[in-house]
């Protein structure tokens, strides 16, 4: 995400080209011969001095984490795209860019004879986290990315039998507030899934024998603008202008939140980034709340870095922190609304084209719920 943001930063004047080039350079680098990979993949949390691993969810996640390496694989192909010039900078950061995608062993984290993928493999412990994941959520992107690789892809009907593999629970069809829901749970989940996947990869280019994606995001956003309206929990402050359910920090630890009566997953914590990232697919509802959190609401929620994590209005509470996977999508999505940048980067590259021709070819796969 904050290669991406880098990126738009550029195209829209914050920071010049050259200094942008030369970070997202540095960074790169920094990836591809200080990081620890494993095979070809990195974990989900590393230091940012040495490139170790700090293990994450347990000790025996302390290797490789094929989704966060696919929001960031997703980010640097992005980037690719766009720092297109032929000077030695640009240059250097496309060919090591090239060499990590290529050299990301997708398959390896596709256990023999399984359809679904593995989140975690660890050199000391192997699979034993056997945590496989399969969707709707937000790791879409981990599975699209793993079929188009031209080195270690995995085989285009995983997406089918792995990725949407439980139909019958991947589809919904149910209408909520007069909103018909394509896929995903009941009202939606957190609003990250329809954020991470699609940093760069444009909703509106994919649909499979389900929906198209745009259409259910847009979906999944207007549910949830209309569940703050509604209110049932009956949390201080929701509605029209205050609404957004996702995973952020909230008055006890952290939690993934979403839509739910009477469900402990609604605990009236509001997180800006679940409003603010859903401008592609909810820009009049978006924008109404940007402006509501930036300019009434500004003195108790906006800092130095931009809003604060999140806020719970019943609880007095505001976080301290600024959480980077929050903030990291805001900007290329305010872009992507804006002017589509981060979505055309990503979708006139080599990988995208192959993203769709494996969709296309896995579509005999699809199961009918």
């Not at 954020?195 to 549910?223: E, F, K, V």
């Not at 979403?258 to 800006?272: E, F, L, V």
């Not at 903030?327 to 080599?350: C, Y």
């Amino acid at each position: 995400f904050g290669m991406v943001t880098i990126m738009v930063g550029a195209d829209r004047g914050f920071v010049t080209r050259e200094r942008a080039a030369a970070r997202l350079l540095k960074m790169v680098a920094f990836l591809e011969d200080k990081a620890e990979r494993y095979h070809g993949l990195w974990s989900h949390h590393l230091r940012g001095d040495t490139g170790q691993t700090i293990p994450f969810a347990g000790k025996e996640d302390n290797g490789g984490d094929i989704v966060e390496s696919a929001f960031l694989m997703e980010g640097m192909l992005t980037v690719r795209e766009y720092f297109d010039r032929d000077n030695p900078v640009e240059k250097e950061l496309r060919e090591r860019i090239t060499r990590l995608w290529e050299q990301a062993e997708w398959s390896w984290y596709l256990q023999p004879g399984d359809k679904m993928l593995t989140w975690h493999w660890s050199k000391e412990y192997g699979f034993a986290k056997n945590h496989r994941f399969r969707g709707f959520n937000e790791c879409m992107i981990a599975y699209l990315l793993a079929m188009a690789s031209p080195t270690h892809p995995i085989p285009a009907d995983c997406y089918y039998l792995g990725w949407a593999g439980n139909a019958q629970r991947y589809v919904n069809g149910n209408t909520y507030y007069g909103v018909k829901q394509p896929v995903g749970s009941p009202l939606g989940g957190p609003l990250f899934f329809t954020h991470y996947s699609y940093i760069g990869l444009d909703p509106r280019q994919l649909t499979d024998a389900y929906t198209n994606y745009y259409d259910n995001n847009r979906a999944i956003s207007l549910i949830q603008h209309c569940y703050a309206i509604d209110n049932p929990n009956k949390h201080q402050g929701y509605g029209k202008l205050v609404w957004g359910l996702t995973a952020s920090q909230n008055p006890r630890g952290y939690k993934a939140h979403a839509p739910g009566a009477n469900s402990n997953r609604d605990d009236g914590t509001i997180a800006p980034t679940a409003a603010i990232s859903a401008f592609p697919y909810t820009p009049d509802e978006s924008m109404a709340t940007l402006k509501h959190f930036y300019y009434e609401m500004g003195p108790s929620i906006w800092g130095p870095f931009g809003f604060h994590d999140a806020f719970n209005l019943g609880a007095d509470w505001v976080s301290p922190s600024y959480l980077a996977i929050d903030q990291g999508p805001m900007a290329p999505m305010i872009e992507n609304h804006r002017t589509g940048l981060p979505w055309k980067m990503f979708m006139k590259s080599d990988v995208a084209k192959a993203i769709l021709e494996k969709l296309e070819e896995a579509r005999p796969a699809a199961k009918r719920p």
